[in-house]
């Protein structure tokens, strides 16, 4: 190695004490992508139809409209009948990922005393659940949100909720709450506030209680200043937000979108959306699409139009990178897990001979780099975390093990899972 040029440690050393609280805030606010598994969805069931055997009846429940529709739902799955065997397998074991009690729109707005009794009903039947092994493996509550009108009422429940969970035991591993409506960073810092406070109360570690946000105002993305306020909120949650979520119809609503319009793929909702990924961007915070109103019920045409219209709009998102959405009817679930599914095992050909080639330094058609050889080993972990892909035929087209491909992913540094 040739001698350094002259002065050029101490002009270094210049531009360190220059850039150090720089890099110090560019560390705190970006550490990286969360490690550990996304959930694909979230299934959201008000809370007083929530029970201990929710989640294996909706999967009983999804078997049965796959049964009853099977040649239409092979045919919009394009005849691929391993792909139908491997969704009916998902059902069978672990029909819901995420599931979320509502006490907010799905539930709606009752007599105070009615909501007390469902919400105390409902934690303990989700302290049931985890106890019988029939919960989902992440859960949470969606309670009223911190604007002025519902904000008595949310905190009540909310409060309510965690007191009756936490009497049959600790809070569920991969437990979040679920904020709607969010107008405003003040919010998010109220709810960071009512948090600590209630940790010590309810006995739970400093920073136990983890959140989400719901997009589903304009507000939250384009503040009266011009900024973008989700990426304030982002920041302002001091490491207790998990994921940015996109409420379609609300926020279609507020936009002005006459209802028959109202979707995932309007260019309203492309806009926030597009907002809330650069928003999250490198945060650690994870992004999950909304939801659509079109459901699989009735006569066999509707269903295999509701699925067909599903299978498109849960692949688009996928493309998109939102690896997440809502489903809110059993009957979604097929559809939801055979887009999924087709599209990570889509990827593994071809993610798999790039990694080998980016690994070995091999030539080849493609000169990838560091960041894309981290997505494409992201997408094939984000495949064997809902078990479309299985570790025998990843290992076996990578010639990777998990742990590298976690490490080529950087899924194994800052953050917590």
Request: charged share 25%; proline share 6%; hydrophobic share 40%.
């Amino acid at each position: 190695m040739e001698s350094e040029p002259p002065g050029l440690d101490l002009l270094v050393a210049e531009l360190d004490e220059r850039l150090r609280a720089v890099d110090a805030a560019l560390a705190a606010h970006y550490p990286g992508e969360r490690p550990g598994r996304q959930p694909v969805h979230t299934v959201y069931v008000p809370a007083d139809r929530f029970h201990p055997g929710l989640v294996p009846e909706y999967g009983r429940t999804a078997r049965r409209a796959t049964e009853e529709h099977e040649e239409r739902l092979l045919a919009l799955l394009g005849g691929d009948g391993d792909l139908l065997a491997r969704v009916r397998a998902k059902l069978g074991r672990e029909p819901v990922e995420d599931l979320r009690i509502d006490l907010e729109d799905g539930y709606g707005t009752r007599p105070d005393d009615e909501e007390d009794r469902d919400a105390r009903a409902a934690a303990g039947a989700l302290a049931a659940a985890v106890a019988a092994g029939t919960a989902a493996p992440f859960t949470g509550l969606r309670f009223k949100g911190l604007e002025a009108p519902t904000r008595h009422r949310g905190v009540r429940t909310l409060v309510l909720f965690l007191e009756r969970l936490l009497e049959d035991g600790p809070l569920p591993e991969g437990f979040v709450l679920t904020l709607p409506k969010v107008t405003a960073v003040e919010q998010v810092e109220a709810l960071v506030h009512a948090a600590s406070r209630l940790e010590p109360a309810l006995g739970l570690a400093d920073g136990a209680l983890r959140f989400e946000l719901q997009v589903e105002t304009p507000q939250s993305v384009l503040g009266p200043d011009g900024t973008a306020l989700v990426a304030r909120m982002v920041h302002a949650a001091g490491g207790r937000c998990t994921g940015l979520h996109y409420g379609t119809y609300d926020y279609s609503a507020a936009c002005g979108i006459a209802a028959a319009h109202q979707s995932l793929e309007h260019p309203v909702a492309d806009h926030a959306k597009a907002v809330m990924q650069a928003a999250a961007a490198g945060t650690g915070v994870r992004l999950s699409d909304g939801s659509t109103n079109v459901l699989p019920v009735g006569g066999p045409e509707e269903v295999a139009a509701a699925w067909a219209t599903h299978l498109r709009l849960v692949r688009r998102s996928l493309e998109r990178g939102y690896y997440q959405g809502w489903d809110l009817h059993p009957a979604q679930l097929p559809t939801r897990f055979a887009a999924t599914f087709a599209f990570y095992r889509e990827a593994l050909p071809a993610a798999a001979e790039r990694l080998r080639a980016y690994v070995g330094r091999q030539e080849s058609g493609v000169l990838d780099e560091p960041a894309t050889a981290r997505a494409l080993a992201d997408v094939l972990l984000r495949g064997l975390d809902c078990s479309a892909l299985s570790s025998d035929e990843v290992g076996a087209a990578t010639r990777l093990d998990a742990p590298t491909l976690a490490a080529l992913a950087h899924r194994t540094h800052r953050g917590e899972g």
